[in-house]
């Protein structure tokens, strides 16, 4: 059952928006993206997340998503996994345009500019959908005005898994907003499972030195360094042990520190 004719059937939710989708695009038979209308009333800070679902039941199932958009877009965007039988995902990647998305009306998150002390480098660790975040992050101008140099690691299983993420660097040189800022901006990807440009977990590149060595700059220094991380429950607890090891500190948005952890992924 597709959202559209759902809406027929189910009462919407009190506290809930209603959207309709208005771009889909599948990049392999696990991972796609959708666009939909943004209510006018709705606020978020670039890098958080919000409940979304479908009109399919009574009561409808709501999982976390980043929102991949920019604060200042005037669309929102999501980027999924597909889970055969997830009982949100199930459904949601069969969505269409102009089908309904249900969606929460409080953001939040912690991967925000404002969790983060001032730094020279800002680094972000992503594996699979946990880029959702840093599309929104590199498309806000506010992350280049307070940070010299931004550093996107991103790491999947297969090369194709990675194309999200290479469309959308590609896109911001011609970004009216962002263009002059594109140079700051470096996209470190890698693959696990299969030949790609660069191989290996993002932590056994950042152990070896390998990662740093590759980007032409020295390793984590909290003086000058600061990260943000959003993956698997594995790699959130391996990533942040090693930005603890070079004596970061966890930070959040009523105390920001040297990098900031976002939990609420969906894997």
């Given at each position: 059952?597709t959202s559209?004719?759902?809406?027929?059937e189910?009462?919407?939710?009190?506290?809930?928006?209603?959207?309709?989708?208005?771009?889909?695009?599948?990049?392999?038979d696990?991972?796609?993206r959708?666009?939909?209308?943004?209510?006018?009333?709705?606020?978020?800070?670039?890098?958080?997340?919000?409940?979304?679902?479908?009109?399919?039941?009574?009561?409808?199932?709501?999982r976390a998503?980043?929102?991949?958009s920019?604060a200042?877009d005037e669309?929102l965007?999501?980027?999924?996994?597909?889970?055969p039988?997830?009982?949100?995902?199930?459904h949601?990647?069969?969505?269409?345009?102009?089908?309904?998305?249900l969606?929460?009306k409080?953001p939040?998150g912690?991967?925000?500019n404002?969790?983060?002390?001032?730094g020279?480098?800002?680094?972000?660790?992503?594996?699979?959908?946990?880029?959702?975040?840093?599309?929104?992050?590199i498309?806000d101008?506010?992350?280049?005005?307070k940070f010299?140099?931004i550093?996107l690691?991103?790491t999947?299983?297969?090369d194709?898994?990675?194309?999200?993420?290479?469309?959308?660097?590609?896109?911001?040189?011609?970004?009216?907003?962002i263009?002059?800022?594109?140079d700051?901006?470096v996209?470190?990807?890698?693959?696990?499972?299969?030949?790609?440009?660069?191989?290996?977990r993002?932590?056994?590149?950042m152990?070896s030195?390998?990662?740093?060595?590759?980007l032409g700059?020295?390793?984590?220094?909290?003086?000058?360094d600061?990260g943000?991380?959003?993956g698997?429950?594995?790699?959130?607890?391996?990533v942040?042990a090693?930005l603890?090891?070079a004596?970061?500190?966890?930070?959040a948005?009523?105390?920001?520190?040297?990098?900031?952890?976002?939990?609420?992924?969906?894997d």
């Amino acid at each position: 059952m597709t959202s559209s004719t759902a809406t027929t059937e189910y009462a919407i939710p009190a506290g809930v928006f209603a959207e309709t989708v208005t771009e889909v695009q599948h990049y392999t038979d696990r991972l796609f993206r959708f666009r939909m209308t943004r209510p006018q009333s709705f606020r978020f800070r670039s890098g958080e997340f919000v409940m979304i679902g479908l009109p399919n039941a009574v009561k409808p199932v709501f999982r976390a998503y980043s929102i991949c958009s920019p604060a200042w877009d005037e669309e929102l965007e999501f980027y999924s996994i597909k889970v055969p039988d997830g009982p949100l995902t199930e459904h949601l990647q069969k969505i269409q345009p102009g089908d309904t998305v249900l969606m929460r009306k409080k953001p939040t998150g912690t991967l925000v500019n404002d969790a983060l002390l001032p730094g020279k480098r800002l680094y972000m660790f992503s594996t699979g959908t946990g880029i959702a975040p840093f599309a929104s992050l590199i498309r806000d101008p506010e992350t280049y005005e307070k940070f010299e140099q931004i550093i996107l690691c991103h790491t999947c299983r297969l090369d194709a898994e990675l194309q999200y993420g290479r469309d959308l660097v590609a896109a911001l040189k011609a970004d009216e907003l962002i263009g002059e800022f594109a140079d700051q901006l470096v996209h470190y990807a890698t693959t696990t499972r299969e030949e790609g440009p660069k191989m290996g977990r993002i932590t056994d590149l950042m152990t070896s030195g390998r990662l740093y060595e590759e980007l032409g700059v020295p390793p984590l220094n909290p003086e000058t360094d600061r990260g943000m991380i959003c993956g698997s429950m594995a790699m959130l607890k391996d990533v942040k042990a090693l930005l603890e090891q070079a004596g970061l500190y966890e930070g959040a948005n009523n105390k920001p520190a040297e990098f900031v952890v976002e939990r609420a992924f969906v894997d």
